[in-house]
Every structure is written in structure tokens, then in C-alpha cells.
């Protein structure tokens, strides 16, 4: 068999794919190829998922197929590893309640009388990183998954590299700041953390560049000469009407980083794509590919245009986006002909150990510790890497103002609304309750629940805003229900099926109705049942009476059966919970 080896990986291409796909077979996972994609020479993506669970996916992105292929199947190992296919879903009673809920080498903290931060959590770098005025509760840290307040916060072993100590890092913060950011598998433990701390790098920089609208300097031709394959990928795109930008984004040698700008003239918007590797041609490379990741040349008009309004590019909420999926904002400035930096021919290569010692010395330069979680419970080595102060994707003011943990406490309560015959005012009174816990009307309900509902129920469309009509139509307040069922329309009904739109255009008309005393209802039922149809007309009138006014939610009982897609989750995770047994029980 061919033997095909890449800079910056420590096996064959051949070799990685094939241990790859038989591991995930003995663990039980049946993964097939959904889609390909190769836009233009040498930029091939590709879309793995599990045929069982349609949530547990990933893309891969490479110079060739095999490349590509073997990215999709390591991040497909970094994320079951590091649990991240379940980071935004409650597991359940069983498992919240089990020997262990995320790792049988975690540790729990019971929550104090004062519920202060248990002693033992954190370090005092890292309490002071998140909770610099003493404000954080050990409540505020109870993990999602679990939902467990009985069993405490759930700490996970992260060793510090400045002393190799074993630090315990709340479940609640990881995934509340970070998400996926420092995550990697490899082939080698080495080979996965110069990819993690490349990951790093590569948001922090990208974060930098955009928010202080930093003006790069472009790779000199002769250096882009040195690479034919990528500038085959630029002269094709180049040729198919995107103008393309090459810029150093090392910012005077200091970082591993690229940057990448694609053009699209024909709407006047531009995307940016940054990547990281100590190897100057690995990260441009990745860099070219990531432009072009999951997406055909007819994908690329959904971008912005720049703009000169460098307040706004640095915005928080637009540094989200770029990290989501970098449609966000970028300035002119970063085009401009004078660059802030100079161009620097840089290389922090050698073998991945000297490369994870070099990247190291970088974060130790900047006086930034790294916590470091090594997993090879899947027979494949797989980190989560945390730098507080770099990797953080979202600020530690989180987990006050947008904790993954803050609808917990509703769960039971509101799974429990269809079918439900509360009085009246009982029903008002959680809209009250909604408005007092500060949720955003715009909140999907079952996100805030940590459900995978499925697209073929009332769940899955659910958003705060929409449960404030059924509520108010439950509690016999058509006034307010009317209110926000208006709103639900405006803001929602683009993503409703066709008999949900007519069902709710069915109801503001009743509801419109009842608030005129002179007009007879029954003089417009044969009108509305040919507007809208009789069984639209029949379920507006039940909501309207409070008699059913959860219409499309299906009943819920306390173990999700009525959501499948749920369901297939926790049969996943089953997977590796018996994985992870095995590994530590040795």
C-alpha cells in the first residue's frame, strides 16, 4: 500500500485513516461519508457523521482526499474523547446519578452552606482569572449534563505544565468559555498538542488582528512561489473572480499564524481564513483550506462587506461570529497598503516534540500558564488544551449573564406543560417568572433545556418568546397572548413548518376575534375553515379556550422517550461511557 506522509503528522495519511475507521468500529460507531467537496485543485472537504446519531458530526479539510478524510476522522476522535458531541445536552437522570458522569478519574465538590466555590476547585490563578471580585457561586458551576445539585460541581483533572500539577477545572467553565477551542487528536501525543496549541494561537491572533483592525503584511511572491500547490488553489480561484489576499499574520515573527482573505466583488463582501502550524507552509495550507471548508464557489456570497466602523468589528459579538463560522466583520484597515507589522519569513518547525516545546515557550514568554487534559481512553491520543486569557472563546462574565446551566432548574416544569390543567394564574405566573430570570425571548427553549428535540415536533422551533403565548393563552390572558403570538409570527415563522404558520396566522385572527364584542364568532367559522383549514381552525380554538394551548408540543416523560433524536444521543455516549470504564478499570 501507498504511503503517503505530510508535514506536521507522525504516521502515514494511509495508516492514520485505517486505525482511525477500525477503532471507531470496535467502539461500535458506524460513520459513513455524507458529502465531498473540491472546489479547486488541491482543496478537497469532506462531512463524516454517524449513521445512528445525525448530532455527532464532522468536516475535514485537506490538500487531497486522504487528507482530508484523515482531518474529518481526528476531529471525530477529538470530539468523542473530550465529550464535545454532548457539551450542550443534559444527559439524564441515569447517568447524572452514575459511577461517573464525564470521566471516571473526576472529582465532585459538594456544594457549601454559603454556596461559595468549593475548596479544592481551581487554582488561585484561575480563580482569580474568572472570579476576580469573589462573586462566583458553587451553583452557577453545576455541570449541564448532569443537572446533579445533590452530587456538587464536577471538577476535571487538567495538569498545569508550569509544574505538572493536577488542577480541577469545573465542567460548567470549559464548556461555558471554551467550547471547542483547544481540542486536537493525533496520532502521537505530540503531534495532537502542537495541533491544540496551534488552534490556540490561531483564534487568539485572528481575534487580535480583526479587533484592533491590524494591517497585515501580504507573503511576498517568491515565498508563495515556494508553495505551487496552494497557488494552483488561489490562480483558480482568482481566475473564477475572487481576488485573493496572502498575509503574514505572525505579527513580527512572534506566531505561528496566516491569514487568507477571498474577495467576492460581485456582492462587495470579503471572508477571512486564518490557520496556525509551526511549519510556515503547513499553516498556509490549512489556511487556504479552511476558506473553502464545506463550501462550493456558489457558497461564497454570504459573507460581509468591510467597514470603516472599527467599533463595531470589535464588538465581542462579532468576534463570536468569526469563531462560529467567520461570516462577521473585518476592517479596510486591514488592507491597507502600509502594514503595522513587517513581512517575516518564519518557521517553528522541527519534530512535533520540538515543536509542542517551542510553542510552549511562547506561552511562557507571555507569562500564560497552560492546563493540559490528555485522553486515549478511544485507543487514540486526544487533549483539551485551556489557556485563560488566550483560548477563552467567550469572556468569564458568562457564567453570570449566559450559563449553559440557567434553564435547568425549568426543565421538569416545562416538559411538563402539555397536558398540564395548572390554574390559571399558575400559568401566568411562570411568564413573570421567565421575565424575573432575565431569559431572552429569542432563546430556543430546547436549547436551554439541553434537549436534541428533532425537527419533526413544536420543540424544535420553540423559542422563549413563542412559550410566553401558549402560557398566556393557558392562563386565559388573550391580550397578552395576542401579543405574543404577533411576536412569535415576526420572528419566528420563517423557520415553521407550513402547518405551523397557518395554525398561528389561524390563531391571531381568533384571537383579533375575541377582542371584538359586537362581531359573532360563529358567523366566520365556514370563512376561516376555507382560509384555514378545520383542523387549524379546531386547534387555534382549543388554545384559545386554554383547553390545549400547547399545540405541536408532544407530552414528555421524565426519560425523553418522545424524542428519538435524544435518544440516539444517549446511545452514543453509552458507547463511550463503557469505553472510558474499561480504560480506567486497567
Not at 267 to 289: I, K, M, Q, Y
Not at 357 to 370: G, H, P, R, S
Not at 482 to 498: C, G, H, R
Not at 509 to 528: G, I, V
Request: proline share 5%; charged share 20%.
Amino acid at each position: 500500500m501507498t504511503q503517503t506522509f505530510i508535514p506536521g503528522k507522525d504516521a502515514a495519511l494511509e495508516d492514520s485513516i485505517a486505525r482511525f475507521q477500525q477503532k471507531l468500529l470496535d467502539l461500535g460507531f458506524h460513520i459513513e461519508e455524507a458529502s465531498w467537496l473540491n472546489p479547486v485543485p488541491n482543496v478537497w472537504s469532506v462531512h463524516i457523521r454517524d449513521k445512528e446519531c445525525a448530532l455527532c458530526f464532522t468536516n475535514g479539510k485537506g490538500a487531497t482526499k486522504k487528507a482530508a478524510l484523515a482531518s474529518a476522522l481526528g476531529e471525530y476522535f477529538e470530539r468523542l474523547s473530550t465529550n464535545y458531541f454532548f457539551a450542550d445536552f443534559w444527559l439524564g437522570e441515569t447517568i447524572a446519578n452514575g459511577p461517573f458522569v464525564h470521566y471516571p478519574n473526576e472529582k465532585w465538590f459538594p456544594l457549601t452552606e454559603n454556596d461559595d466555590v468549593p475548596e479544592g476547585l481551581l487554582d488561585a490563578r484561575l480563580r482569580a482569572f474568572y472570579d476576580p471580585e469573589n462573586e462566583l457561586t458553587g451553583s452557577q458551576l453545576i455541570d449541564l449534563q448532569s443537572g446533579n445539585e445533590a452530587r456538587g460541581v464536577c471538577g476535571l483533572p487538567f495538569t498545569r505544565q508550569s509544574d505538572n500539577q493536577t488542577v480541577y477545572i469545573p465542567m460548567n467553565i470549559i464548556g461555558n468559555l471554551y467550547v471547542s477551542n483547544g481540542m486536537s487528536a493525533g496520532n502521537t501525543r505530540n503531534e495532537a498538542r502542537v495541533q491544540g496549541l496551534s488552534e490556540v494561537f490561531e483564534r487568539y491572533v485572528k481575534n487580535c488582528i480583526i479587533a484592533e483592525s491590524i494591517s497585515l503584511p501580504e507573503i511576498p511572491a517568491e515565498v508563495m512561489a515556494r508553495y505551487p500547490a496552494v497557488m494552483e488553489s488561489i490562480s483558480t480561484l482568482e481566475a473564477e473572480g475572487f481576488p485573493i489576499f496572502a498575509y503574514d499574520g505572525s505579527l513580527g515573527g512572534k506566531y505561528p499564524v496566516i491569514c487568507v482573505v477571498l474577495f467576492n466583488p460581485a456582492n462587495g463582501t470579503c471572508f477571512a481564513s486564518f490557520g496556525a502550524h509551526p511549519d510556515f507552509g503547513v499553516a498556509l495550507e490549512r489556511t487556504v483550506t479552511e476558506l473553502l471548508q464545506g463550501r462550493g464557489l456558489k457558497d461564497l456570497d454570504v459573507f460581509t462587506p468591510p467597514t470603516f466602523d472599527d467599533e463595531e468589528v470589535a464588538e465581542h459579538t462579532n468576534l463570536e461570529t468569526h469563531f462560529i463560522d467567520s461570516s462577521g466583520l473585518i476592517s479596510w484597515d486591514l488592507f491597507k497598503q502600509d502594514a503595522d507589522y513587517p513581512f517575516t519569513d518564519w518557521t517553528f518547525s522541527g519534530t512535533t516534540e520540538e515543536e509542542f516545546a517551542t510553542l510552549m515557550a511562547i506561552f511562557a514568554a507571555e507569562d500564560k500558564e497552560v492546563y493540559i487534559a490528555d485522553y486515549e481512553h478511544l485507543g487514540v491520543y486526544a487533549c483539551r488544551i485551556i489557556v485563560p486569557g488566550m483560548s477563552d472563546i467567550y469572556p468569564a462574565e458568562d457564567l453570570w449573564l449566559a450559563n449553559n446551566n440557567m434553564g435547568s432548574h425549568l426543565r421538569e416544569t416545562l416538559l411538563s406543560l402539555p397536558g398540564s390543567a395548572w390554574n390559571k394564574e399558575d400559568y401566568l405566573n411562570l411568564i413573570e417568572q421567565l421575565d424575573e430570570e432575565g431569559f431572552d425571548d429569542f432563546t430556543r427553549v430546547r436549547e436551554l433545556l439541553g434537549l436534541a428535540t428533532g425537527a419533526d415536533n413544536g420543540w424544535y422551533t420553540l423559542r422563549v418568546g413563542e412559550l410566553k403565548a401558549m402560557l398566556a393563552l393557558a392562563g386565559g390572558d388573550l391580550e397578552q397572548a395576542l401579543i405574543w403570538t404577533e411576536w412569535t409570527m415576526e420572528f419566528n415563522s420563517s423557520v415553521f413548518s407550513p402547518a405551523r404558520a397557518n395554525y398561528y396566522r389561524c390563531l391571531q385572527t381568533l384571537l383579533l376575534l375575541s377582542q371584538e364584542d359586537t362581531r359573532q364568532p360563529l358567523q366566520y367559522l365556514n370563512a376561516f375553515i376555507k382560509m384555514y383549514g378545520a383542523e387549524a381552525v379546531e386547534a387555534a380554538s382549543a388554545a384559545l379556550s386554554g383547553e390545549a394551548a400547547f399545540y405541536g408540543l408532544p407530552a414528555v416523560d421524565h426519560d425523553l422517550q418522545a424524542f428519538p433524536a435524544h435518544q440516539s444521543l444517549l446511545k452514543a455516549y453509552d458507547k463511550l461511557q463503557r469505553a472510558k470504564a474499561t480504560y480506567w478499570s486497567k
